[in-house]
């Protein structure tokens, strides 16, 4: 069974920075991408960052670019999404997720391609 489990949420100041962190177990994740969205309160689920296996190709939304940076252990079936310059709009619900799609290069923004979701973790940016 495969599990993502996000850590690293919780309640800071804007301007400040928070480290979130997911783990995958319960298959092989060789050749996927994996990524991160979030949920904002009455908002519907928005790409946020991702990366390929190789970390050769990364994607950020324009609205986190030059403030988050997503990176990958693959040894350790880890991704993270270190954010910075945090902004009371980062709020939400952020989703660790992995995809095996073949056209992960032109639909990395699309959930629709991503097999494997976490339960989320919970960034609060106060102002």
């Known amino acids: 069974q495969v599990r993502l489990v996000e850590s690293g949420g919780g309640l800071v100041q804007a301007g400040g920075s928070l480290r979130l962190s997911c783990a995958a177990s319960?298959?092989?994740?060789?050749?996927?991408?994996m990524a991160w969205f979030r949920q904002g309160p009455g908002k519907e689920r928005e790409f946020v960052a991702a990366?390929?296996?190789?970390?050769?190709?990364?994607y950020y939304a324009d609205s986190v670019k030059g403030r988050f940076t997503i990176s990958r252990d693959n040894a350790k079936n880890t991704v993270a999404l270190q954010m910075n310059s945090l902004k009371p709009e980062d709020t939400a619900i952020y989703y660790c997720t992995v995809s095996f799609s073949l056209v992960f290069g032109g639909a990395y923004y699309l959930p629709s391609i991503y097999s494997y979701w976490g339960q989320g973790t919970q960034v609060t940016v106060s102002s």
């Open positions: 990366v390929n296996w190789s970390g050769g190709r990364i």
């Open positions: 319960g298959r092989t994740f060789s050749g996927s991408a």
